[in-house]
């Protein structure tokens, strides 16, 4: 038995993300089950009790994000999680959650759309993350991990934004991230929550607190969106991650998150030795999104070339970085499809030789096949 | 070095939880491993399907590609295979269901075990598993036999202790059956590093 | 003479048949169909009333009764 | 001079935005002068929906919290979770716990969640403007049933009451109504119980209130509680429809 | 020799995805049979949940949509406005509609809409593993509820039947069980009685049917219909709790 | 009484919606309550009824929208309709709309948020409208109409195109729209809806038909969801929409949709005869979006200038469209406030004075106004 | 002596109050306050045992009494 | 021509009625016309405000940025006028209702007719709109009165006929009122052509 292994433990993604909450004090859990995030559910319903917090199955998403909602209110550490149509059940409440200003972790470990779907793999659901599914002009930090270990990591570290900025936090991962066992350190400090000022916990001797959306006087919406919209600049300010891996010499730069970021990083490893120059830029938070990072690559790179497991929804921010200062390029599978190291080894080479149209989606190759004769019902 | 392995077959035949305790011997044995199921549906009875990687290195991608191990527990899982499969593959058939339609071209190691038969005549045709394990780490000597072991009786505690036994047993007919029919006396192999 | 007859790749082998007949008449085989999954079979010259009890348990309708 | 009768602290003076006659005036009235007689103004912590209660916390002295429509019971239960010594009640109308709110309420009795709900009926959408409520009476005018409500088309009054007491974990469930000075002091006595059932951590409990919205009943506030009286009843009767405490005596 | 018993037509034969000894291909077995028997194909439209019978329209040789978790209810409405001579029906796991679909059924019958649904109830959550449903019994153990349920974390079993009957659009409510031949021919029957009502366009038909869930149950299939015997319908009795067709008999 | 107003009728875009959509052909409808979309549930109350449709006071926005999902697996032209709030109840529902390629029209009169918010009128729910808000790599038509006679207009032709392409169309609006009343007339034909071949109508004398959007088996998901793709970019090739006013010779072109575009009219025409080159691009569909004429202005255009109720969601589709080629500023009000006109042409000339910064969003300044001295209080 | 306060700006006029008085001692003014509302007064001179029926129905808890 | 106007009350007292009428009238006539209600809030009982533009060109903004005309009903509603007064803006206050706190500055044209007070008058204290539409329309001349009588008339059907009577008498005293008070036998205002 090697030491280094020592402290770990062998997880899945579900199953660290539910045991960092309770390292960083969350005690209190409300979730429905539903693939591929029902390690999480079924394990805080062992470990909850354990700990004297709180683990109830909500009768719905609806109401496990509502009972987050009054958790939060009353100043506590709490989480919710589901999959793709569950969090489409729950963009109401983290609307409210956002207009209500209150802390909350919700994890989303993302399988195929739209509709029902599939149950694997997919990053199709960034735009609802990122730019928002509920109504409103709200923001939710949305941190995206890559291995079962930063998992762990980031969820310890969402529930401390969510409290700092009064905000939820969305951890977006995936099937694969969510079923995945990897080993584990959970080594972080183990944390308990403080009730903050503003919760509702009762009255006694103070002047009471109201947690509220409700801005019913003509101007007090306006200004409450203008002081929402300057705490969002603090967080794109200061909340910004992401992870460069050879971009000093890279010619082309991957952008990938997640999933595809192992997948990239799996191509790296493949060409090295090869003479191409590749790097990938991994976006970790994709809201507050590595802007600058990528305007300050663009000014070198040659191309950039986005891998998603969607039909490319992260590629509007890059672009809207990047502008025009350079070619983007995109790569995606869609539906529960997960690009191979190979396919996007291709792709790149594909870039490199100067035939290719640039700037407008490309439906990966793969999936063309795929689609080839594909009955075509809906245009008369 | 680097294992990739694919383990496959239906829902019931225990391949989730001999996954998960290879992976978790060869993290207790030092290794970086990653394990996750590959099912094809929401929906129960469907083949079930699992990438192992086991490596000396970090772990980049966890989606096996291309196959070093691939283990096939019954019919419907047998179609699927051949996405994966490699010249250098090392395939292994439960023959007492898998019946074979098609060559598989330049793939030289095919092991037939008659998994679910030395299950069943153990009594227990859940075991075919550890048979499975038992001709598998036999031929490829992925993790040491006693560690294995150990972490099989862990996780065979309470109610499910008195199971510790049989799978044992399972697992060394496995280990048997190959090395008669297979290995001969040969050395077994190294594990090949890449 | 009822001829009861029983598919073999619907069977699942869940036993639900078994207990519900009148002249026990039913039995698990040892042999597994493609999926792995063991089957049921009518014993052979055993007698069969007809009364339908396996075919109305049986969740893959995989019972014929003839008559 | 002594005051007989004097508006609760717990009540903030300021003018509602309530229309005249309105019922939901009374019944947040009656919360404050609870919380002022029992002193748990420190330990009371108020879900307000979204109907025309919504403002409640501009009114009551406690500490509030908004619910989106329909989901007061979760909210509650999230706050309750954490407080399970504070009383917790929501307070709601019957778009919002019988339409929308349907499956929080009833998974919040049927979990025994200890807490307390406020529900008052009025048969219609007041906030927005006057439509059919699943506890609309028979034939009754609103803007989505012009032509009265019609079973076959729009479905049947929906008795919450009736329909809550089936529940293993709902404890007190009772019918009361603001349709004269006796009634008024009954939904009094009602939420008293509720919340005694609260602090006895007995489970659920849940107050119907029929209550007058005049605007949309297109009726005086007068003619308001005749109606209660003589229509409202037929279809809900009052009474107390479970009863912990009963059991126990 | 001609067939003492045969598969219905309507049933088509492909291996379904079910585990050995699962209750849904009974039902939905019976539901072809009728389908045939009564020679309604051509004039029947199933709607198929998410839980564990999402594929039914891979067995059923039918018109069938899809709905979402939960929704069945509503998608039936929308389908049966369309063509209120069809027969439409839903069928429905106990997640599906005593959990996040309870605001649907309810607000189903109480609309009194001429539709039939079949509620498969298995106490559990099968689809996604195992985990407590509303209908799970005391103490029974599942994956979200390691230490049995517990009513004061977990609340009470939902008794389905029981809730709906107090609504006046409810026009047949019946609970049968999957444990014996008898009890799947009185299924049937139930089913049969349910198309009727909505023929007969007598309002909202719905038929519980206790039905087994040997792998979460972890047990066998044969003990799985003797728990339902001794334990389920002890907690959910079988019986009829509203009956149109008697009020005029 | 001049004949020119002679057929025409005094409607809030509300009631205009529920008229256009009746002689459309659409005979069933399921609503709930909300404000201010309250008008067009009220009429339809009235007007089904009369013309032998189906008018259903849904239990919830859920309901409603699966609901019409039953109504459109069946075959039959349906809508709904709502405001923020409860759209994003309906995000689920709508990705199941499009994930089993039914067709229906939703309406949303936006109001403001995020939460609870108020009932004034907002443009914050475009990235939910037009990214989806939803689960999935899905797309929704969503039409932004500005005045109530092309609420009926757009509602007539928004059955179309979601017959056409079988895909939900939504009807983007806001709390002005919804409850302004200006003349209508209702001037295209009535149509009867015909029941498609793939509705499940009962299987009489055929092979039985499916609505499902679950496709378990590996592959096929990504197949379907490669069709998709297909069909959205035969969408994007035929169905934008726009409308251009003075773009000729603008050196500044205001980019702004439905009430922000009407208001943008109204600067345009205060400064008429200043000597000032204003023009408007009004993007008509904003998804598809206008893409190729906001191009094709970059190249001589001196700069562009968003105008919405947000905090700059259009923006970015402009920024996407226009890239680099041309600087695109912004002005914008949140949570109720709508920008004036005068608020318009004071940004307009601060755009012309070479001092600004370009690029960033810039909250007007009456915006920074009101939100002068407010208590920031969510940053520890 | 029982006196009558009622608070001009908080009554709505909604005339709950008036007959609920076992003495009619309670009547419409028609002064409207600020929001255009008329409001409601005591009869001067009119008994007034002290019932409390007229606060106990007021929906604006606009009514005082003393003693 | 244009004419913005403002119209702003308690929500009981017949702005919203009032207004859709004007409209309605003005639509009837040949204009150009939008209307719509700017509610504060979601809540019952604040100030209505109605914004009425009324053109012989294609309106764009419906939005009153600078009204022409302003109608004030009650006292709360008073405090929110000042945004939208110009110095040539035409000011009618409900008397009855608002106590004037401040000046208006510039503004030249203040019409102060006790709408309320009349209304009583007549029984009918909500046909104090009626007081305030002869009024006004008596200084500016927006639509025709008998195209007015006819609207408002079938807008009465029903139950409701009996009231027509009782209006129409409202708007004959407002006129009388203006025309007493403030026009002293001038002849009345043209509508200004902007
Ligand atoms: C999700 C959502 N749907 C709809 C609304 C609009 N809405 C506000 S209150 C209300 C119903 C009010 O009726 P009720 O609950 O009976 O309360 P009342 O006003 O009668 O007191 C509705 C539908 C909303 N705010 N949010
Ligand atoms: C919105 C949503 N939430 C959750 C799920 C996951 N899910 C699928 S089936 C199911 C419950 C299945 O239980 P039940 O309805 O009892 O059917 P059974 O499988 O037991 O037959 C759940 C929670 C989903 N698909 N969609
Ligand atoms: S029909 Fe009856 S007697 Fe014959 S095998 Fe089946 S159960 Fe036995
Ligand atoms: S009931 Fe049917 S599936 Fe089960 S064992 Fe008998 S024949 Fe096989
Ligand atoms: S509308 Fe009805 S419920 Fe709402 S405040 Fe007015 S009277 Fe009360
Ligand atoms: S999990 Fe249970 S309900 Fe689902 S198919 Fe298996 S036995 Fe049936
Ligand atoms: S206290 Fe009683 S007697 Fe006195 S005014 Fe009020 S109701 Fe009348
Ligand atoms: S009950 Fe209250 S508000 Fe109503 S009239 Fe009497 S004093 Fe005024
Ligand atoms: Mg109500
Ligand atoms: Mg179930």
Known sequence: MKSSNNKKQLLTGNEAAAEAAILAGCRYYYGYPITPQNELVNHMAIRMPQVGGTFLQAESEIAAIYMAYGSAAAGARVMTSSSSPGISLMQEGISYLAGSELPCVIVNMQRGGPGLGDISPSQADYFQAVKGGGHGDYRTIVLAPASVQEIADLVYDAFDLADRYRNPVMLLGDAQLGQMMEPVELKKIPRTQQTPRWAVTGA???????????????????????????????????????????????????????????????????????????????????????????????????????????????????????????????????????????????????ILAPEESTLELEMSEISQELGKGLYFSTIP | MIERMILIGYGGQGMMLFGRLLARVAMLDGKQVTFFPSYGTEVRGGAACYHLIVSTEEIFSPVVEEADTIIVMNQPSYLKLKNYLMPSSHLFLNSSLVKEAESFGEVKNIYRIPATEIANELGNVVASNMVMMGAYNTVKNLVPLPLFLDCLKSSLSGRKAPLFEINKLALLRGKEYVKKVYLKGEKTLEVSVV | MVMVRIDKELCKGCELCIPFCPYNSLNMSRNLNEYGLPTVYFKEGHPCSGCRHCAVMCPEAAIEILE | MQALYRAPETLLRVPTHYCPGCGHGIVQRLLAEIIDEWGIRGKTIGLAPVGCAVLAYNYLDIDMSEAAHGRPPAVATGIKRVYPDNIVFSYQGDGDLAAIGMAEIIHAASRAENITVIFANNAIYGMTNGQLAPTTLLNQRTTTTPEGRNPLTHGYPLRVCELLATLDGASFIARTSLSSPKNVLQTKEAIKKGFKTQIEKKGFSLIEVLSPCPVYWRMSPVDSLKFIEEKMTQTYPLGVFKDWGKKEL
């Open chain 1, 204 to 350: 006694e001797g103070r002047a009471r607190n109201i947690i509220k959306s409700f801005y019913p006087v003509k101007g007090e919406l306006e200004a409450f969106n203008i002081r929402l919209q300057r705490k969002y600049k603090v967080v794109e300010q200061k909340e910004v991650r992401y992870e460069e891996v050879n971009t000093e010499r890279a010619e082309i730069i991957l952008v990938a998150y997640g999933t595809c970021a192992r997948i990239c990083k799996e191509a790296l490893r493949r060409i090295s030795g090869t003479g191409l120059q590749i790097g990938l830029l991994r976006p970790i938070s994709l809201w507050p999104f590595p802007k600058e990072p990528l305007r300050r690559l663009a000014k070198k790179a040659k191309a950039f070339c986005v891998v998603e497991m969607s039909s490319g929804q992260m590629l509007e921010d890059v672009k809207l970085a990047v502008l025009n200062r350079c070619p983007v390029h995109f790569y995606g599978r869609m539906g529960g499809g997960v690009p191979s190291s190979k396919e996007v080894i291709k792709k790149v080479l594909n």
